[in-house]
């Protein structure tokens, strides 16, 4: 599976002939190569994808914040959105990509920019794929049918891919609180 492998998906689905590589002279190449990498990325933070976390320990990086806070850590170069923070408890925000608070170490769980397209989750690609084909369907085939067809053909897949993602993961136990156990 490669980046262009995946343009050609979307494009077959619109009905446009495939590429050979994103830097080809047609007009189909240079939309790919312009939208591929940033739709890739929008579709990494719009869901969390399994296969797309990781977890880091964060050391304090030099300096102070101005005020409110007394530390702040850079976040990791490839980090697209930050999932967790451990301690979870601790009051914390986000600016100008570093992660301000009052701790002297961080632990974080986040999603990561993932490029190499052979640990991409057989899901996302299906739903990378829809995607592309919705962004390309009006530059290329100049169809508003078509670009709604494409749109809900992103939507179930995005779908079906959400529907995946959450029967991998742990189920987070309820506990009953005072308020329920009073009912018995």
Known sequence: ?????????????IGEKV???????SKA???CNLKYANKRDYLLRKYIWNFATKRATLT???????YEYSTHFDLP??????????????????E????LCDESTLCIKYTYRVTDTDKMDASFVETLSALLA?????????????SSQMDELYEVKLSEARFLGS????????????WINSRY
């Open 19 to 25: 590429i050979v590589t994103l830097s080809d002279n």
């Open 77 to 94: 170069d490839d980090c697209i959105l930050l999932r967790e923070l451990y301690p979870n408890t601790i009051k914390y925000c986000i």
């Open 167 to 178: 029967i991998e993961k742990d189920v987070e136990s309820i506990e009953a609180n005072d």
């Open 1 to 13: 599976m490669t980046d262009v492998t995946i343009c050609n998906e979307a494009l077959t689905a």
């Open 96 to 99: 100008d990509n570093k992660i």
């Open 134 to 146: 919705r962004e390309l369907s009006i530059p290329l085939a100049d169809n508003t049918n078509l």
């Open 29 to 31: 190449a240079r939309l």
């Open 60 to 66: 304090p990086a030099t300096g102070t914040p101005e």
